[in-house]
């Protein structure tokens, strides 16, 4: 519709009316509505207000009422191996280092890309179910995820993963950065798919390649992710390769910026937390990964107050065993109390804030996380009649410590419902359920070699 005719027509149209009891819009002034509603054009929320202002506004093509309900953005996930869904339960009660190198790299250099694409599948159906709306993604092959979170409607960043040179994916440096260019091209102007520069790890890259990959990430203008300093283990190795701690290396590398992204930062100390501050450096914090793999327990309360920002992930599904960021919600706030002996430590707004706009910091797209003007229509409802969510003082704090996810009745990204009431929109759950048969077929069949 053309300018001149919108300009004269009252009231004005939208592409969607969606009306709700309650909305926690994590906007700037955190503003939590009741009786409200959010306009929806192209995909975008053009007004979030009363319900009677925005029914007198508006004439929308469609309308969703969610009475009953509370409507609040999607969450991001800032971290997370999404087709590893493969391997969840596969091998648990394992200490990082042997998990890794004993049960999960030697199977998953074998992986094809079939695989890949139900893992990846699986985890995009645990996303949308739970509320998840983006994420930001490490692994190989990942043009396989990227279709999967495209096709099933979601928002991914997506990193594909390396380790030092020759790997079992590159041979050489220069055939890493070519695909990870080539993958950027793939994606290039995609409203919901973007990419990233992911190192493994300080241990398992070398100093010379994690700066050659962040000159990369600068000349693709993307985030640079890396996971670092996950567990007292890693800074012992780091220490005897590099005689550095992990954050020291990276210091000394020059690659502590606003353009950096750290998964973990549970072994760190009080002067490497300044320093992340004073560089504008990201961090995802990861609670349940931590605790499953007895990490560590993150100073997160030190950091924010540091000024650090902090997002939050769940890792992967074979470390978590979930990928449903209301239990990392509820763990972040309880451990993060214990870690700081201190019962006001991790509040609920503190951690809803990491799962929303702090998380979509992290992957470098801050205008995710938040139900306002101007921004992306990500938006999930939880249905207030669950017996757990009952009765209600405090939106905020249902969201971190009473919900369990599982009160996700719809989920919507740039205005497309994914999930209404049961309903998967976009995935086929009969053949999504025949998949995961096979996978574990496969899966079993390699690990007892
Ligand atoms: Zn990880």
Redesign the pocket.
């Known amino acids: 519709m053309n300018q001149s005719k919108e300009s004269v027509l009252f009231p004005r149209p939208c592409d969607l009316l969606v009306r709700a009891d309650i909305i926690v819009t994590q906007d700037a002034e955190r503003r939590v509505l009741h009786d409200a509603g959010v306009a929806i054009t192209d995909g975008l929320v053009v007004a979030v207000a009363e319900y009677p202002h925005l029914e007198a506004t508006y004439r929308p093509t469609q309308r969703l009422d969610m009475g009953g309900k509370m409507l609040m953005p999607g969450l991001v996930n800032g ?3 999404l087709p590893m869904t493969l391997f969840r339960g596969f091998a648990d009660d394992l200490p990082l280092m042997e998990w890794l190198e004993k049960h999960i790299w030697p199977v998953e250099t074998q992986l094809t890309d079939e695989l890949l694409e139900i893992g990846a599948n699986i985890g995009c159906c645990e996303f949308i179910r739970t509320g998840c709306t983006t994420f930001l993604n ?1 692994y190989f092959n990942e043009y396989v995820t990227g279709n999967a979170a495209y096709d099933t409607g979601l928002r991914a960043v997506l990193g594909e993963g390396f380790f030092h040179f020759p790997s079992p994916h590159f041979p050489t440096a220069e055939d890493c950065w070519q695909t990870i260019r080539a993958l950027d091209a793939r994606y290039e102007g995609n409203e919901r798919i973007r990419t990233a520069v992911t190192p493994h790890a300080a241990f398992t890259v070398n100093p010379d390649e994690l700066q050659a990959s962040f000159e990369l990430a600068e000349a693709l203008d993307v985030p640079w992710q890396v ?1 670092l300093a ?1 567990s007292p283990a890693e800074t012992t190795l780091c220490l005897e390769k590099h005689g550095k701690r992990p954050v020291e290396l990276l210091r000394s590398l020059g690659l502590l910026t606003a353009r950096t992204t750290l ?2 930062c549970v072994d760190i100390t009080d002067d490497e937390i300044a320093a992340l501050a004073d560089n504008a450096v990201n961090v995802v914090h ?1 609670p349940a ?1 931590n605790l499953k793999l007895c990490s560590g327990v993150s100073p997160v309360q030190k950091m924010i107050e540091a000024g650090v920002t902090v997002g939050l ?1 769940t ?2 599904a074979s ?1 978590n065993n979930q990928l449903n960021m209301f239990r990392d919600m509820a763990l972040a706030a309880l451990i993060g109390k214990v870690r700081h002996n201190d019962a006001s430590a991790m509040s609920a707004q503190t951690v809803l804030d990491m799962a929303t706009v702090n998380s979509a910091q992290c992957l470098g797209w801050p205008e995710l996380g938040r139900i306002e003007a101007g921004c992306p229509a990500d938006m999930i409802a939880l249905d207030l009649a669950s017996p757990n969510l009952v009765p209600m003082f405090s939106p905020v704090s249902h969201a971190v410590y009473a919900a369990t996810g599982m009160e996700v009745c719809m989920t919507m990204v740039a205005g497309e419902i994914l999930y209404l009431y049961g309903d998967f929109r976009t995935i086929d759950m009969q053949a999504l359920k025949r998949n995961a048969f096979r996978a574990v077929e496969w899966v079993r069949s390699k690990a007892e070699r």
Do not use: L, Y
Request: charged residues 15%.
């Open positions: 971290h997370t191996h490490g996971h996950e998964h973990h990861n990964s992930g890792d992967g470390s």
